[in-house]
């Protein structure tokens, strides 16, 4: 028997997460098992944790949409035993339970090895936030970022703060939009040349084009703040976007497309494939400074799990946390 974090949903629709005693019969079917060592926690986890936002469908379930640990048993022969391995995406602690629990089963075509450079803490202070947020900055690089500040929204979050990490280490000036004044030193010691209030973004306005101010930008909120910020972005510039927390509408008009050739480059890192998957983490081992990585992490057990759950939907939860599922 093992520890892992259920929800349970009783007849009313209520849900309640609470840590328990499972075995590995109960664990859904896989190539691999995975004893777990870390897990994280992201705004699809506090969603799962709680109601479930329409991403669980099925109850007892067990959430946590990313882990690294050690392979325990593998019937597939590009795993073996002992290897370190590494999951994100694939609706793994949303349609198939995941990584707040001790040991997990997946599919062997979910796993990545665990990168040379990395150990599986660090591999989960990335998590899913920093891998979506290499993800991002490689669509900029592909498609040229040009001179200026990259500017990164939501830049106190998990994916903005790696995302500002990266662009610093790469040697781009970074302007980072926060709606908290309090995280300024925080994403100054990132790398951040300049705090943007988010209160100077995040409305729209009359005029489809701006100055040209961006080189390119990483997006988390999407929303008003996307649809003002295309029209400052300079010519054949792009943006990366990655989230939605400012809401799915998108207010704007196609002239900055049309006039200043930016591109809207869309981010998903759950169905990324493996070879994109494997340059991700590579990159990611290379160009992620691990002492500013260190600096976002914030260390968890999974008894703190609810309650970080509700926190991280309020816009709550700044950088990065990592689950010691065995703590």
């Given amino acids: 028997m093992f520890n892992a974090l259920v929800v349970s949903k009783n007849e009313d629709g209520k849900t309640n997460a609470a840590v328990e005693q499972i ?26 944790i709680g109601p479930g936002g329409g991403l669980v469908r099925n109850y007892p379930h067990v959430p946590g949409i990313d882990f690294a640990g050690t392979v325990e048993a593998s019937d597939d022969a590009r795993y073996k035993a002992g290897d370190k391995v590494v999951l994100t995406g694939w609706r ?7 990584g707040h629990s001790q040991k997990a089963r997946v599919k062997a ?6 990168p040379s450079g990395l150990d599986t803490r660090q591999a989960m202070a990335v998590g899913t936030a920093g891998f979506t947020a290499m993800l991002a900055v490689m669509a900029l ?3 040229g970022i040009k001179d200026g500040p990259v500017l990164v929204t939501g830049a106190a979050g998990g994916v903005g703060s790696v995302a500002t990490a990266i662009l610093a280490q790469l040697g781009h000036e970074v302007a ?45 909120v999407g929303g008003e703040m996307l649809a003002r910020l295309l029209g400052q972005i300079k010519y054949g510039g792009s ?89």
């Fill in 109 to 114: 075509d979910w796993l990545v090895p665990l």
């Fill in 141 to 143: 690089e592909d498609h």
């Fill in 239 to 327: 943006v990366a976007a990655v989230g939605l927390a400012g809401g799915a509408g998108l207010p704007a008009t196609v002239i900055p497309f049309l006039l200043r050739g930016v591109n809207l480059l869309g981010i998903d890192s759950v169905m990324q494939p493996y070879e994109n998957r494997l340059r991700a983490w590579e990159r990611i081992a290379k160009d992620l400074p691990m002492d500013k990585l260190e600096a976002m992490v914030h260390s968890s057990v999974l008894s703190d799990l609810p309650g970080l759950g509700r926190d991280i939907l309020k816009g709550q939860v700044k950088g990065r946390v990592v689950v010691d599922v065995n703590a």
């Fill in 176 to 220: 980072a939009v926060t709606g908290r004044p309090e995280t300024a030193d925080y994403l100054t010691s990132l790398g951040a040349t300049q705090i943007v209030a988010r209160e100077e973004l995040n409305e729209t306005v009359k005029r489809p084009l701006e100055g040209e101010v961006w080189g390119g930008c990483v997006d988390a």
């Fill in 92 to 98: 793994v602690g949303e349609a198939h339970w995941g």
């Fill in 23 to 48: 075995g590995l019969d109960d664990l859904p079917a896989g190539d691999v098992t995975v004893a777990v060592e870390y897990s994280t926690v992201n705004y699809k986890d506090g969603l799962c």
